[in-house]
């Protein structure tokens, strides 16, 4: 059973910042790319930002230099740095990770989401 646990959305003023963590648990025995995706009502989800275990990190155009993800590979927990908030950025965030588990099985699990609204 491997879990991922969101936490740190809410409301914000544009130009404000918030810093999202995610942190899996469970039979795990490595965390491979782990990133944050995103799904706005009405829209398809997509990716915002990824990391790789050795910390290469990848951004959507649209958060390129406002966003930071980080991960803490002893703690097997991601962040993302948001700054510079647009109201566009409103959205659930989701936590994704691609997990190895103790058996050997390996898959891609998510985060329940955390809601980000950034309105005046």
């Known amino acids: 059973q491997v879990q991922l646990v969101e936490s740190g959305g809410g409301l914000v003023q544009p130009g404000g910042s918030l810093r999202l963590s995610c942190a899996a648990s469970?039979?795990?025995?490595?965390?491979?790319?782990m990133g944050w995706y995103r799904q706005a009502p009405g829209q398809q989800r997509e990716l915002v930002a990824a990391i790789t275990s050795g910390g290469r990190t990848d951004y959507a155009d649209s958060v390129k230099g406002r966003f930071s993800i980080s991960r803490v590979n002893a703690k097997n927990t991601v962040y993302l740095q948001m700054n510079s908030l647009k109201p566009e950025d409103t959205a659930v965030y989701y936590c994704?990770?691609?997990?190895?588990?103790?058996?050997?099985?390996?898959?891609?699990?998510w985060g329940q989401g955390t809601q980000v609204t950034v309105s005046s």
């Open positions: 994704n990770a691609d997990i190895t588990v103790w058996t050997g099985g390996r898959s891609d699990y």
């Open positions: 469970g039979s795990i025995a490595r965390v491979n790319d």
